[in-house]
Structures are given as structure tokens and as C-alpha cells.
């Protein structure tokens, strides 16, 4: 018998229950704005957001916003990365600065993301360094937590092996416990990527006024809800397509770690 | 009324749930360095001395309390809305296939969509009020849990449903007896994964439209350049954040404790 996952995604006939569903409240989100059932002033019609899109891919505003978005997400997940990876390979290899930082790092992990929104505005005003602050610090956390965890994971006999091969301390960082720990730290860095993209979002709501984010909060005040929605929409798209891209390039690259990446998002 | 093997439990809990202060030092010499390096005021780095007096100010002039009573309020209430409205429709919908593959498909292009996204939408609809920032943290928070419970519903193992036949189980025994035993550690875990979001949404909510509360007091002291009270406001938030984190440990230990995660899943 089949393990029943959410949506059947283990199963790869197509949902056409699901598919039926979602075309059928469009349909009726549609009619009940034609005929006037809701009494939302700022509801738009599906066909409306559509218009709404043509009008913002043909003016070039959603191109040059989703550009300005794509370079901050990838900015601040490449800078949380690399940090990420450094600090929980240094955590993870040394017990000692463990247990002399494991405390700092659970009084800070916590921190509300958008709380950094306001220093971030102080100390870089209103520019793309605003937006890197608030999603390098948030979206660090699970790329250290998950190299840290998955080096400690890693069987303490494969490190004698190491040794038995006279191999420096360095080569078996590199040699052994890296690739052992590398699909954990590839979830790491899924969830930190999934995260950037929000933070991102967040930091053009509220700190520098520029892309998606922005968008979305600019078209709400202009009370141009069409196309707000068209902004909210490409924002869900473009994290779903660049965690699928994600999930691509590392079954690919790294085809053992891929198993355990594809695990549950949340 | 607590008993005091209880009571004493519960501290041993809430000790276990916080590592070693040893492990803080990093944290305090980075606070002592700055302190001594930017003793006074600073328009970007004010001394952490300066962050505290900042606290008196505003605890002053009664700004703080009410603020703090708002967030708290409205996390709170978003994320019991959450809960509720989450665990009840991901039992309907993890425990009855054809809902399961009919909804599945919405729920996930629903879910797509970043939480934060949903605030201007439930501005523009529902305008500027306490309902709707109940709706907007609601909303963010439901998806882990609606989530994380239609799945552990549906993963049931079948035996369990076999045998509440053959005992000819009433439904109110059923849920209570089956469902709810193997759906509570997911509930759970789902609430873990929504309270960072409700804590970010709340706040978002409120420095986008003022409402009043610890958001809109961030921002406003930013707008205002009071750097000092910036950075009390963001420690304030910190706290908040780890301290929130720290209790739901504590309740969920003590929960899974009566409703241990195992025996009921399949291993797949």
C-alpha cells in the first residue's frame, strides 16, 4: 500500500480532483465579482489580475522588481551560506568553542527576523545593505545549526579511519566529515534559501523601498489591487521555482544527498 | 492546584531547556568591547548602557507597557485562532482521501505565498483594525500546522481505524482515543514552525499600518533616529522571542510526555 503524502506528491498521475478544485474557485471568484455577490471594494476579478499582469510585463516594472529581488535573495543566502558553513564547521569540529557558544547562539536564534529592520535602516538607510542585514542574520541559523548537527552525526570511526590513513587533521575536515555531513548541511541551505526569499520580501516591505516587495506594499497604497495581487503572485512563483531549481541542482551534484533533501519543507 | 513532584518537574524541565550559561560569553564580550569602545551616545552605535536608560525613558513615559500589551495580545489570540482553525481542518482533511487530493493542489499554491505578502491583501480588503491583524497572523501561522496535522492524519496506521470498528467505537471516542493521540506531537511541531512566523507577522502588521504595539514603536524610533531606543526595542523583541520559544519547549515536553510520538506510525 502507498504512503499517503500531502497532494499525492509521490504519486505522479495527475491530481485532477485538485486541479478541478482550484479551476472551480477561480471560476467562482470570478462570477461572484461579475455579479457582485462580494462587497470587497478591493477584490479584483482573476481575469483582472491578468490584465494587471500583461500591464506590468509590457511596461517592464515586474522585470526590473523581480531582478532586484533575485540579486538580494542571492547576495544574502551566498553570504549566509558561506558563513553558515563556516561557523558549524568550526562548532561542529571543536567541542570546546561549543561549549563556550551554544547559549549565545540560542538567545539569538530566536530574534524575530524584521526586528533587525529598523538597526538595519539606521545604521544603511535605505539601500540594498538594509536588505542583505536582514536576510544574512535570520537566515544563517539553519545553514550553521545543520553543518554544526551533521558533523556531529558523523560516526566518530570514520574519523579513526582518517587517522589510521595519516591524514592531517585538515584533510579529514575536508576528506571525511565534509561529504558525510554534506546532506545535512544541504538542508541547511534549502531552508535558508526559502527563508531569503521571504526576508526579502519583508526587508523591500518595510526597510528599502525596491522590488516585489515594495511593489506589493506601493500597489496597495496607489489602491491598485490588481496589481498588487500580479506582485504577490509572482513572488509565490518565484520561491517555488527557485526552491525547485534548488532541488534540481542537488540531486544533480550531490545525487546522495538528495534522498534526504526532498524530505518535508517545513 | 500543583503538586510538588510536579512543580519540581517542571523546573527540572525549564532547566533543560537552557544550554550552559558558560556558552554566553561570546555574547557578553561583545556587549563589553562595544560598551568600551562607544561609551556614550552614537547615532549608529549607542553603548548598551545607553539601550537601558532608553528602556527607563520609554517604560517612562507609558508607552512601553501598552505596546507590549498589543503584540502580546495579538500574537497570542492569531496563534490560538491558528491552532484551532489548523488541527480541526487537518484532521478533516488528512483523514479523508478524496478531500486530501481535492484541496491539496489550493492548500499548496496558497501555501507558496510568503506570509508577510498577506498583510497589504488583508489591509486592502478588511482596512485598518484589530480584526484584521488577527486575521493576517492567523492566516500565516495556519499553514505548519494545517500542514503538519493532515499529514500525521493521514499517516495513521489503518489497524487503529480496524480496530475502532471491531470495539465499535463512538466517533467522540474515536477522535479522542486515535486520532488524537497520533495527530497531537504534529500539532506540535507544526505550532513550533508558526510561532516565529506569528511573532514576525504580528510585528510586520504593525509597522506597516501603526497599529499600535512594539512594531509600530520600532519604527517610529527609527523614523525619529532615537538609535538607543532602537536597539532596547530590538533586545526587548529578542527576549520576547526566546523566551516564547523557551515556554513552548517546556509545555511541549510536558505534552508529549502524556502523548508520546511513537507506536502509531508506520515506518516508511
Redesign the interface.
Known amino acids: 500500500m502507498a504512503v499517503r503524502q500531502f497532494s499525492g506528491r509521490l504519486s505522479w498521475r495527475p491530481n485532477i480532483a485538485g486541479l478541478v478544485t482550484m479551476a472551480i474557485c477561480g471560476l467562482v471568484w470570478e462570477m461572484a465579482i461579475q455579479v457582485g455577490v462580494f462587497d470587497y471594494q478591493y477584490l479584483p476579478a482573476p481575469s483582472a489580475i491578468i490584465r494587471g499582469a500583461g500591464e506590468l510585463a509590457a511596461s517592464g516594472e515586474l522585470i526590473t522588481a523581480t531582478l532586484h529581488t533575485l540579486e538580494s535573495v542571492f547576495l544574502g543566502w551566498a553570504i549566509a551560506v558561506a558563513a553558515g558553513v563556516s561557523f558549524g564547521l568550526l562548532l561542529g569540529s571543536s567541542p570546546l568553542l561549543r561549549r563556550y557558544s551554544l547559549a549565545t547562539i540560542e538567545v539569538l536564534r530566536p530574534m524575530p527576523a524584521i526586528a533587525f529592520v529598523p538597526v538595519a535602516l539606521l545604521l544603511f538607510g535605505f539601500s540594498i545593505q538594509t536588505e542583505l542585514m536582514v536576510i544574512v542574520l535570520p537566515s544563517l541559523w539553519p545553514v550553521l545549526i545543520n553543518t554544526m548537527g551533521g558533523l556531529m552525526g558523523v560516526h566518530a570511526r570514520l574519523g579513526e579511519v582518517g587517522r589510521t590513513f595519516r591524514l592531517s587533521r585538515a584533510a579529514i575536515l575536508y576528506k571525511v566529515f565534509l561529504p558525510a555531513a554534506t546532506p545535512a548541511i544541504m538542508v541547511g541551505v534549502r531552508i535558508s534559501l526559502t527563508l531569503a526569499v521571504v526576508l526579502a520580501v519583508l526587508a523591500e516591505m518595510v526597510g528599502n523601498p525596491e522590488g516585489l516587495g515594495y511593489a506589493v506594499v506601493s500597489q496597495q497604497q496607489a489602491l491598485r489591487p490588481d496589481l498588487m495581487f500580479v506582485y504577490v503572485m509572482v513572488i509565490g512563483l518565484l520561491g517555488l521555482a527557485l526552491n525547485a531549481l534548488l532541488v534540481g541542482v542537488v540531486s544533480v551534484s550531490f545525487p546522495a544527498a538528495s534522498a534526504e533533501f526532498k524530505g518535508p519543507r517545513w | 492546584m500543583v503538586k510538588r513532584g510536579e512543580l519540581s518537574a517542571f523546573l527540572r524541565l525549564a532547566a533543560a531547556e ?10 557578553l564580550t561583545l556587549l563589553t568591547v562595544w560598551q568600551l569602545l562607544a561609551p556614550g551616545p552614537s ?2 552605535f549607542p553603548a548598551p548602557f545607553e539601550w537601558w536608560r532608553a528602556t527607563a525613558l520609554l517604560w517612562d513615559s507609558g508607552q512601553l507597557l501598552p505596546a507590549f500589551a498589543a503584540t502580546v495580545t495579538t500574537f497570542v489570540e492569531g496563534l490560538a485562532l491558528a491552532v484551532a482553525i489548523g488541527a480541526g481542518l487537518g484532521v478533516t482533511i ?1 483523514t479523508s ?2 478531500v ?10 496558497m501555501r ?6 498577506t ?3 488583508a ?3 478588511l482596512g485598518y483594525d484589530v480584526t484584521m491583524k488577527l486575521t493576517v497572523v492567523a492566516l500565516s501561522a495556519i499553514w ?1 500546522i494545517l ?2 496535522t ?2 500525521a492524519a ?2 495513521v496506521e ?1 489497524l487503529l481505524f480496524d480496530v475502532a470498528r471491531t470495539f465499535r467505537l463512538s466517533t467522540a471516542d474515536w477522535i479522542r482515543q486515535i486520532v488524537v493521540p497520533s495527530v497531537v506531537p504534529f500539532i506540535l511541531l ?1 505550532i513550533r ?1 508558526a510561532i ?1 512566523l506569528a ?2 507577522v504580528t ?2 502588521v504593525e ?2 499600518t501603526s497599529l499600535p504595539g512594539i ?1 509600530a514603536l ?2 517610529q ?2 523614523r525619529n ?1 532615537q ?1 538607543a531606543q ?2 532596547a ?2 533586545v526587548m ?2 527576549l520576547f ?2 523566551v ?2 523557551d515556554l513552548f519547549a517546556i509545555i511541549e515536553a510536558i505534552v508529549l510526555r502524556r502523548w508520546p510520538a511513537r507506536g502509531v506510525f ?1 515506518s ?1
Open positions: 537552557i544550554p550552559p550559561a558558560r556558552g554566553l560569553v561570546p555574547l547615532a549608529y488528512g482521501r478524496p486530501e487530493r481535492a484541496l491539496g493542489p489550493l492548500l499548496e499554491f507558496a505565498i510568503p506570509p508577510p505578502v498583510v497589504p491583501i489591509t486592502l480588503l505548519p500542514l503538519n493532515s499529514s493521514a499517516r489503518p507544526g514552525v516565529p511573532i514576525v510585528l510586520l509597522m506597516l512594531g520600532m519604527i524610533s527609527q533616529f538609535s532602537v536597539y526595542l530590538l523583541v529578542g522571542g526566546f516564547v520559544n508506520r516508511s
